[in-house]
């Protein structure tokens, strides 16, 4: 017990808050700039289980800010490696590295498993989806969020408090924010508010002080100074969340940043089984693919011939590029049609792949 | 009346400032807005949300002198 000697004698903490702290379950939604310092506090701090989410590997461009991770972890999976530096840190706890992407269809059950969730993601479809799976499951949210040299923290979904719902009840039209890492962000911003999340956690799990609970507090790094802002729990955002929990697994993976999960590549196609492949090039264009599980829709008239698409089949759309084919996945998602994916590298890489597969050739 | 409104996140790229005293003199939020997207055009594409008072308040509200924020929603981590 040496390890946490200066939480022991805290009056406030003592042993009894130590053994809190061991027994309680903390879910980390992203292990990036708000994630590392979130993790790296609350490992130290003796957190007894905590769990790593990120699909994501560690780039160069990261360590200006990502510190748990060094040059040698460039390429490596950002849970995995993350889970290994903590282990490092404390070997004491237990960490689970869940190295895939979040999605509608594991979220639940992974929330179930924890006590608290901490949302350091960087894209806003899956903030939404922490969001309505928090109320869903019914665990505190520890929201942090930056923007260059500003920062926003609160606690959602805790004692009949607000959802981040109830502040913004609707995802930005897409481009209207910047989203992920196409903007800069100074160093220590995430630093600081990923600190301030670690703090919102401890609390809750300590019962200590007063937790941002309905409160957002902004930080200025250039300017030091703060502002908080009180939001109101709004019934109706939270139980049009519970109203669509059956659906909620349902629904279709969604942009994430850097990439689209929507997105197949060739080598991906024989992962799917049942699938109609849909041509959205005009009837002109070559090179023409005639194939049994094959329909020809141009993008110009898929939205008065949806009813063509099979909904019980994995629905694969391609063009030339895989720029007019995830048109055509946005515009079928926003109709509530799932199961729908962009083939990447289009009709070319199709051609090989099928010439290259020409046994299972329809 | 003055009133002090604040401009977080790229609101203040927009505006150009932080914080700026703005001369009003009508009854709503919503009037207030409008007011804002005549001097700030690009204003009125951008995502936000007011707070009056440290309050996040709906646009129908009546201006109560205190101080206004406008508010976007920030995605990084």
Redo the contacts between chains.
């Keep these: 017990m040496s390890r946490y000697s200066r939480h022991i004698v805290l009056p406030e903490i003592g042993l009894e808050g130590q053994e809190k702290l061991s027994k309680a379950k903390v879910l980390v939604i992203g292990a990036g700039g708000l994630g590392c310092p979130v993790l790296q506090y609350l490992a130290a701090a003796g957190v007894g289980t905590l769990g790593i989410v990120d699909f994501d590997s560690v780039e160069l461009s990261n360590l200006q800010r990502q510190v748990l991770f060094g040059t040698s972890d460039v390429g490596k999976n950002k849970a995995l490696v993350a889970k290994e530096r903590l282990s490092d840190l404390n070997d004491t706890i237990t960490i689970h590295a869940y190295p895939y992407r979040l999605t509608h269809q594991n979220a639940l059950q992974l929330f179930q498993q924890y006590d608290v969730v901490v949302d350091g993601s960087d894209n806003f479809p899956t903030r939404y989806l922490v969001n309505d799976a928090c109320i869903i499951t019914e665990k505190p949210l520890v929201y942090g969020a930056i923007f260059k040299f500003e920062g926003q923290v609160a606690v959602f979904n805790y004692k009949e408090g607000p959802s981040y719902r109830c502040l913004f009840p609707e995802p930005p039209k897409e481009g209207s924010v910047p989203n992920c890492a196409e903007i800069g962000v100074l160093g220590v911003l995430p630093g600081i508010i990923g600190s301030m999340q670690a703090n919102e956690v401890l609390k809750i799990i300590l019962g200590l002080g007063s937790v941002l609970d309905g409160t957002l507090l902004l930080y200025n790094a250039l300017t030091a100074k703060t502002n908080s802002l009180i939001i109101s729990r709004s019934e109706a955002q939270i139980n049009k969340v519970l109203s669509e929990k059956k659906a909620f697994q349902d629904t279709p993976v969604v942009f994430q940043c850097g990439s689209y999960s929507f997105e197949l590549e060739t080598n991906q196609l024989s992962l799917h089984s049942n699938i109609q492949m849909i041509d959205v090039r005009d009837y002109h264009e070559e090179p023409r693919l005639i194939r049994k599980d094959t329909i020809q829709i141009p993008l110009g008239e898929l939205e008065s011939r949806s009813h063509e698409l099979d909904p019980e089949k994995t629905k694969v759309f391609f063009c030339v590029s895989g720029i007019r084919s995830q048109k055509a996945v946005s515009l079928l998602q926003k109709q509530g049609l799932s199961n729908c994916y962009s083939l990447k590298d289009g009709v070319q890489a199709l051609l090989t792949y099928y010439k290259n597969n020409e046994h299972e050739r329809a | 009346m003055n009133l002090t409104i604040?401009y977080?996140?790229?609101l203040a790229e927009v505006t150009q400032c932080?914080e700026e005293v703005f001369a009003f003199s009508q009854e709503r939020i919503s009037d207030l807005l409008k007011a804002l997207y005549m001097k700030y055009p690009e204003l009125e594409?951008?995502?936000f949300?007011v707070?009056q008072n440290?309050?996040?308040v709906t646009t129908d509200n009546r201006i109560d002198h205190s101080e206004i924020?406008l508010?976007?929603?920030?995605?990084?981590?």
């Design positions: 604040k977080f996140g790229m932080q594409e951008k995502e949300q707070a440290n309050q996040i924020a508010l976007p929603p920030f995605a990084g981590g």
